[in-house]
């Protein structure tokens, strides 16, 4: 089983960085792909970014050119987040897909002012 635990979201004005960060502990070394996800009330879960093992990224139209996925050697994934605007508000989630199926950590929120 693979568990996940994400840190860094909070609340910062429209214009500003974030970097969430995602450590995966348990059977990592079966890991194939990783992400994040975000969840604004009242809407779906949608993909923000997602990374393979060997290093290829997928990004939402929304978030390009301003969120940047990486996944370090200790397992952590990364969403350096810039030029964040309100829309960007949500409950961000890690996700991480190994032969078992897809896992997901508990989110952390992240809050745009205008």
């Known amino acids: 089983q693979v568990q996940l635990a994400e840190f860094g979201g909070g609340l910062v004005q429209a214009g500003g960085s974030l970097r969430l960060s995602c450590g995966a502990t348990g059977s990592i070394f079966r890991l194939d792909v990783m992400g994040w996800y975000r969840q604004a009330p009242g809407k779906q879960r949608d993909l923000v970014a997602t990374?393979?093992?060997?290093?290829?990224t997928t990004y939402a139209d929304s978030v390009k050119g301003r969120f940047t996925v990486s996944w370090d050697s200790a397992n952590t994934v990364y969403l350096q987040m810039n030029s964040l605007k309100p829309d960007d508000t949500a409950i961000y989630y890690c996700?991480?897909?190994?032969?078992?199926?897809?896992?997901w950590g508990q989110g952390t929120q992240v809050t745009v002012s205008s």
């Open positions: 990374i393979t093992t060997g290093g290829s």
């Open positions: 996700k991480a897909i190994d032969c078992d199926g897809d896992h």
